[in-house]
């Protein structure tokens, strides 16, 4: 219920293109794009999150990495870890 | 020294069983240290002596064999699912779903998380910070680079195995001009080169016939050999189809080539039918069938030709400027040109020195040959139309390089300085308007900016010894190929700075070449004033007087005399004053002088008017 109203008002934000909540294992659970794209989309930004956490965490162990952003040509993609879920947005910013 | 033991037995005791018993100790043989003999030896102090107890290691080196790495991609399958879900049974995983979605932590997690998320796409939505904050400025770093290319490839037809440049031994050992280059049209890692011997009659006997089609990836070894009945002269690939390539022979002759089906020519054009002379200029036409190609010879034809179909050509043209399509007046062709933007349109260079711009949908042969230009004192080597302004080309020969305007036919827009070598071969750059280059028989390229600077050209580069004598840039405008007369092409890069667009160029181009075209017509109009002037005026003259040579001299007769007449008078009546001033002794002889030799000169001048 909540939960489908925060991911629908993200959804309808100006430039949103897709938004993907994935589990700990990598498995999506809710997205708004087909199925294998989603599914390339999970693994690659799962791995690519943990490298970050611990590089943020090897440099300094008390510090956490709360929110990554990776700008591309065509648009931006963000994500928002936690311990156990992760929120991917695809986004394409106001140019 | 012998030392001897002597044992005796008496024959009837030998066989008889061993008594064996004790003995003392004897001394057989004492030999003392003699002192003497140590004087034969040396005493060496230190001794260094050695003993090896090393394993034994030998030393070997190995090359490996070259690596092909390749870039792939991974694709992700479905996993981390857990083990008693099949990920292909969809209600499985559905219900899965539903289940994650119920849980609590779930819904504190996304709810927290989603307002951070939009937190940042609002951010995102306000303000875009990669935008281009100071455009103008960057533009002016550019400009004060000053212009270089630098040499990024040399393919040599010599090339051994030692040197890094790569240098192979060519077998032959004759080495022949590259005399043409052509890129492929898409991928710009190949390059095709023919490679002929254009000496007239230097035929040598074993001068190999092949031509090149060279990968820039492995300068080692041409990717592809071609081998036509006699050397290419020139070869070009077809811009469509980037297998299929067509090649113009020393004989004459034409031949195409598919690169799937090896080096042998798939099919070549007869004798009979074919040029006469070295083919100097081949090009494709843009036809929707992409088989089509014409081709140009000195021997003063231009032949189209359909490939699927070599045996004749489809259409000849003679290249004869008294428009009567006699061979014997044609002109030799020694350069082509054709624009895909203009299709009927083509222009040819001839040996002469004269442009023929011709139309190919002309309804007769004699209207087939719309203009000519010369102006060149030798041949137009090379011809090219720019590519921003189509009516604007550029002809390349003798020690020139001269830009002509289609509508001026008497003299070119603008030109070169003359060089001290010949130049041999040019083209316009693809990218900048007013940019061209040029190659020289001294072995130098030079890039000219005409908007930058008219007089000199903006970069000369030495790029080898022997004369340049072939040119080719590619399509992005960035790398030119040359190839030298030993058979060496060279690559460059030219700097940014020459091959990126500037601001307004395309415009400031055309209005000087408007501007330089005005100039020549208003040029023109004054000399073709002039001339109809005097041409009025000579006719007016001659209504008057109808002047027969005779009555002319003895008109430039009578005038002279009249001069000389006065000029003596004119001293006659000075001498009256002189002979006041001086002393007047033997004066009666000086005008009695004067008198007579006026009548010697008026007796002459009745003897010639006799005559």
């Known amino acids: 219920a909540e939960v489908e109203e925060t991911l629908k008002r993200i959804q309808a934000h100006r430039g949103v293109i897709a938004t993907v909540v994935i589990n700990a294992e990598g498995i999506p659970i809710r997205t708004t794009l087909d199925n294998s794209t989603t599914v390339q989309y999970a693994g690659l930004l799962h791995q690519l999150t943990m490298t970050a956490r611990s590089t943020v965490r090897d440099i300094d162990p008390q510090n956490d990495l709360t929110f990554l952003r990776v700008r591309t040509k065509k648009h931006e993609i963000m994500v928002a870890p936690d311990k156990e879920y992760l929120l991917i947005v695809i986004q394409n910013p106001c140019e | ?152 490839n040399v393919i040599s037809m010599l090339t051994a195995c030692f040197d890094v440049l790569l240098l192979k031994r060519d077998p032959n050992g004759t080495k022949r001009t590259a005399t043409h280059l052509s890129w492929h049209p898409d991928t710009y890692k190949k390059l095709a080169v023919a490679y002929s011997s254009l000496e007239f009659q230097q035929n040598v006997k074993d001068m190999s016939f092949d031509s ?18 006699s ?48 083919v100097y200029g081949a090009i494709w036409l843009p036809s929707k069938t992409g088989m089509e190609c014409f081709s140009a010879s000195t021997d003063g034809q231009v032949l189209w030709w359909d490939i699927r179909k070599l045996s004749e050509p489809t259409e000849r043209l003679v290249l004869d400027i008294t428009r009567q399509g006699l061979l014997e007046n044609a002109l030799g062709a020694v350069a082509l040109e054709f624009e895909p933007t203009m299709p009927t349109k083509f222009m040819v260079g001839t ?26 004192h030798g041949p137009v080597y090379a011809l090219a139309r720019n590519p921003f302004c189509p009516k604007v080309f550029l002809t390349v020969g003798d020690w020139t390089a001269r830009i002509w305007s289609e509508e001026m036919k008497e003299s070119p827009i603008m030109q070169t300085k003359y060089h001290l070598s010949y130049l041999t071969d040019g083209c316009w750059s693809t990218v ?27 970069l000369s580069l030495k790029v080898c010894d022997e004369p340049l004598s072939s040119l080719q840039l590619q399509d992005n405008g960035r790398v030119v190929g040359c190839g030298s007369k030993l058979g060496t092409v060279s690559l460059l890069e030219i700097s940014s700075g020459l091959c990126t667009l500037q601001r307004n160029e395309k415009t400031l181009a055309t209005a000087m070449f408007e501007r330089e075209t005005k100039r020549e017509k208003i ?9 109809l002037k005097e041409r009025a005026r000579s006719e007016g003259r001659e209504s008057k007087v109808e002047e027969k040579p005779e009555e002319v001299l003895d008109r430039v007769r009578r005038e002279f005399f009249q001069a000389v007449e006065a000029e003596r008078q004119r001293r006659v009546r000075e001498e009256p004053q002189r002979r006041r001033d001086k002393v007047p002794v033997g004066t009666g002889g000086a005008p009695a002088g004067t008198e007579g030799s006026a009548s010697a000169f008026q007796g002459q001048d009745r003897a010639g008017e006799q005559a």
């Open chain 2, 1 to 152: 020294m012998e030392i001897i033991y002597a044992y005796t037995r008496r024959r009837s005791e030998f066989g008889r069983p061993c008594h064996f018993s004790d003995r003392a100790a004897e001394v057989d043989v004492d030999i003392p240290p003699d002192p003497s003999m140590a004087s034969a030896f040396v005493l060496r102090n230190p001794v260094d002596s050695y003993v090896q107890h090393t394993s034994t290691v030998s030393e070997h080196e190995v090359n490996t064999e070259r690596v092909e790495v390749q870039s792939r991609g991974v694709n992700h399958v479905e996993g981390g699912w857990p083990r008693d879900i099949d990920p292909q049974d969809v209600e499985q995983t559905i219900r899965f779903r539903k289940k994650v979605e119920k849980d609590e932590n779930y819904i504190n997690t996304i709810t927290h998380l989603g307002t951070l998320m939009e937190h940042c796409i609002k951010q995102n939505n306000a303000i875009d910070i990669y935008e281009e904050y100071f455009g103008e400025e960057e533009m002016a770093e550019v400009d004060d680079e000053p212009p270089s290319a630098k040499t990024i």
């Open chain 2, 212 to 229: 090149y089609i060279w990968d820039l990836e492995n300068p080692n070894k041409p990717e592809l050999v071609l081998k036509p009945t």
């Open chain 2, 231 to 278: 050397p290419l002269v020139i070869l070009e690939y077809n811009p469509k189809d980037s297998h299929v390539l067509v090649g113009g022979c020393y004989n004459g002759q034409m031949a195409y080539w598919d690169t799937r089906k090896g080096g042998l020519p798939v099919e070549v054009s007869a004798v009979e039918v074919s040029h006469r002379d070295p």
């Open chain 2, 351 to 376: 040996e002469q020195g004269i442009v023929i711009a011709c139309n190919r949908k002309a309804k007769t042969p004699p209207e087939k040959i719309t203009s000519t230009y010369s102006g060149h």
């Open chain 2, 432 to 458: 900048r308007p007013g940019v061209f280059f040029t190659t020289r028989s001294d072995g130098v390229l030079d890039v000219w900016d005409f908007l930058f600077k008219q007089k000199d050209p903006s």
């Open chain 2, 523 to 531: 040029l023109e109009a004054r000399h073709r004033e002039m001339r």
